[in-house]
């Protein structure tokens, strides 16, 4: 059974850009996480979808946002990139929201330049 | 809300000694737990969970950890390690159920294993 993918797998952006990053789950799994991983904040909860809805929110601002399509593939969108977003983003699927483990993808190495 | 304290960013050891990587949890909630391993330039692993049962769990490549309640830990341990265990070890926690809280994890700032020989 195939793995978490998420593409692309680097990034390079420049300040004020927008980008998007793309996640397709395990099949058959239908909650998508986001999570950013820096070296000065760690691991950070961007939101999640289950079923096409957002389930839950992290503490980011809005240009950071998020969508789920109904074959439970998801996307982050970052609008007006600043540097400090340079980052790992992590997509993490799970079989259903709550009471399971979540499986990470290889993440998006996104650098603001 | 929750936190997770990861009490040693790094661990060093020599092959074939025992580890003990400490993580303590606080919420006001039940929880989940979870550790998850990460190589350089790579996702996270999961290694081991505890979701409801016995209070030790255990991996296929020989790590496990205990749920202490009443001290609210889960320590991952490993009886003899080896070199190829060097990589970051991550504690992590969710909401237990009833809470409504979904996936969200909570994740320790991390500790690095370096197993040397």
């Known amino acids: 059974k195939a793995g978490v993918t998420q593409t692309p797998r680097y990034l390079i952006k420049t300040r004020g850009q927008q980008v998007t990053l793309s996640c397709s789950p395990i099949s058959g799994h239908r909650s998508v996480s986001w999570y950013q991983q820096t070296p000065g904040q760690g691991l950070q909860f961007l939101f999640e979808?289950?079923?096409?809805?957002?389930?839950n929110k992290g503490n980011f601002p809005g240009r950071f946002s998020g969508r789920q399509f109904s074959n439970s593939r998801s996307e982050m969108n970052v609008s007006t990139l600043e540097l400090g977003d340079s980052a790992l983003y992590l997509c993490a699927s799970s079989a259903r929201t709550g009471g399971t483990e979540a499986f990470f993808g290889q993440g998006t190495r996104l650098t603001v330049v | 809300a929750q936190s997770v304290t990861q009490l040693d960013s790094q661990v060093p050891v020599f092959e074939e000694a025992p580890v003990e990587l400490r993580c303590n949890y606080s919420?006001?909630?039940?929880?989940?737990l979870f550790w998850y391993v990460q190589y350089p330039n790579q996702g996270l692993q999961l290694l081991l969970k505890y979701l409801s049962g016995s209070t030790l769990v255990e991996s296929i490549n020989g790590f496990e950890a205990e749920f202490n309640k009443s001290q609210t830990s889960f320590h991952l341990r490993k009886p003899s390690v080896h070199i190829s265990d060097t990589a970051e070890y991550f504690c992590?926690?969710?909401?237990?159920?009833?809470?409504?809280?979904?996936?969200?994890?909570?994740f320790g700032t991390g500790t690095q294993l370096k197993v040397e020989l």
């Open positions: 992590a926690v969710s909401e237990g159920p009833l809470t409504g809280g979904g996936n969200k994890l909570t």
């Open positions: 979808y289950f079923s096409e809805t957002q389930r």
């Open positions: 919420s006001s909630v039940s929880v989940y």
